[in-house]
Nanobody
Framework: QVQLVESGGGLVQAGGSLRLSCAASGSTVSSHVIGWYRQTPGKQRELVAD???????NYADSVKGRFTLSRDNAKNTVYLQMNSLKPEDTAVYYC?????????????WGQGTQVTVSS
């Protein structure tokens, strides 16, 4: 199993940047689909971006061109670089590692880190 520890959240002005880190232990990030999700109170958790085992990335339309997902296999860490932040990016951001099995999958979640973007 994999354990995930997130860091990098904080308070930032609109237009600013943050880099979130998801450090994994117990297994490799490269053996999982790693996704960053965000959630605000009363809202469903939303996929922001993910990276599959081959390194291919996907982004939600709302963050395309602003956020960049990267993976450092040597450090067993996935990063979410967030630029040009907007107030609507405010949320708790969660790192997820998904391991697929025949007919199913298992999710592992980090503790979440708060990102607040002020106007």
């Amino acid at each position: 199993q994999v354990q995930l520890v997130e860091s990098g959240g904080g308070l930032v002005q609109a237009g600013g940047s943050l880099r979130l880190s998801c450090a994994a232990s117990g297994s490799t990030v490269s053996s999982h689909v790693i996704g960053w999700y965000r959630q605000t109170p009363g809202k469903q958790r939303e996929l922001v971006a993910d990276i599959d085992t081959s390194g291919s990335t996907n982004y939600a339309d709302s963050v395309k061109g602003r956020f960049t997902l990267s993976r450092d296999n040597a450090k067993n860490t996935v990063y979410l670089q967030m630029n040009s932040l907007k107030p609507e990016d405010t949320a708790v951001y969660y790192c997820n590692a998904r391991r697929y099995y025949i007919g199913s999958f298992v999710d592992y979640w980090g503790q979440g880190t708060q990102v607040t973007v002020s106007s």
